[in-house]
Nanobody
Framework: QVQLVESGGRLVQAGGSLRLSCAAS????????MGWFRQAPGKEREFVAA???????YYADSVKGRFTISKGNARNTVYLQMNSLKPEDAAVYYC???????????????WGQGTQVTVSS
């Protein structure tokens, strides 16, 4: 059974940095897309970043140049390095994995429980 556990979310000042982690277990994830999404109160869940099974990276325009997605050496951990954080980046951040589908859409079958990122202005 696939399990995803996010961590790293906390309160940070605008302009600061955070690194979110997502530990995946239950499968071999080398051929899985791995993505990060976020959902702010009253808004729909939106795509943030993804690392495809082929190694390509994708970013939402709103985070391009500030956020970086990467895999850990063990290949079952995915990180989201977030720099130059803005108040509008505040949300619950979710990681997701799936061997199929489009990496940039919320069609993943496996999701974590989320980690809260709060950005103070």
């Amino acid at each position: 059974q696939v399990q995803l556990v996010e961590s790293g979310g906390r309160l940070v000042q605008a302009g600061g940095s955070l690194r979110l982690s997502c530990a995946a277990s239950g499968r071999t994830f080398s051929l899985y897309h791995m993505g990060w999404f976020r959902q702010a109160p009253g808004k729909e869940r939106e795509f943030v970043a993804a690392l495809s099974s082929g190694g390509n990276t994708y970013y939402a325009d709103s985070v391009k140049g500030r956020f970086t997605i990467s895999k850990g050496n063990a290949r079952n951990t995915v990180y989201l390095q977030m720099n130059s954080l803005k108040p509008e980046d505040a949300a619950v951040y979710y990681c997701a994995v799936d061997p199929r589908g489009v990496p940039t859409t919320a069609t993943y079958n496996y999701w974590g429980q989320g980690t809260q990122v709060t950005v103070s202005s």
